[in-house]
């Protein structure tokens, strides 16, 4: 069990380290222009897909303004940077707001962005990576009942702390792989607020008023987070609790088994 909780020390420190990138830098701005090369602040492009086409694996895209900078498709390594006001707002037809689409090795690194409205797709929706990191996101009011907040299909890696998500149907998806969600607020999902088919550690997190507040059919961990005011079920499955959690005031509090192993 020690080998199991040990892995949430290990997968933050892992994943929360700042990227170590090698790559070009390309800039946005809300007064940019896509016919520019995106390489400086002078000749900043105006939509996140541009500067992403623009810089090289490994490379960084800093938003230096607030505003929308449109879909994204990404398909490498790369880091994403934004300021507050830094985002995708709405969407266009069924596309989700940022597609991660990169290779078996590739990492991703998606910081600052609020997402909002994304039309009849998901907010952020991960099909292949290495590791993912999301953190201090804004992601909320997915219109589609059909769709996430965030979606994490079954790759390797993925963390997402400091960041809400709220008013999706799923408003985190977990498929596979292993992630660790660290500080989060999941709040009024229309179904369930954190869903895990993946091995999924939840610290200092805070899943509440939706249908579900944490449905799973694989292992869990749990500590110092609280599910509470779900309609149904608090917790919907078996979880492994370190015994410092608060689950009260939902439908059912828990149906499943929790187990307390205490502190190790």
Known sequence: MRSKIAFAGAALACLSA???LAG????VSATGDDTRNCATPA???RTFQRA????SPHGEIIALTPGDYGLLRITKSISVTGVEGVGI??????SDQIKIAAGASDVVYLTGLTLEGAGAGAGIVVDSAAAVTIRKCAVSNIASSRFYGIFMGGFDRTLIEDTSVSNGNDNIAMFGGRALVHRVISTNAKDVAIVSRGALTIAETSASGSSDGISRSAPIFMTRSAVTGNRFSGVLGDVTSAGDNLIRGNGTDVSGTVTNIGRQ
């Open 24 to 27: 070009s830098v390309s800039f």
């Open 89 to 94: 707002f709405g969407g266009a037809g069924s």
């Open 52 to 55: 992403h086409d623009a810089t």
């Open 43 to 45: 000749t900043a492009c």
């Open 18 to 20: 700042a990227p170590a």
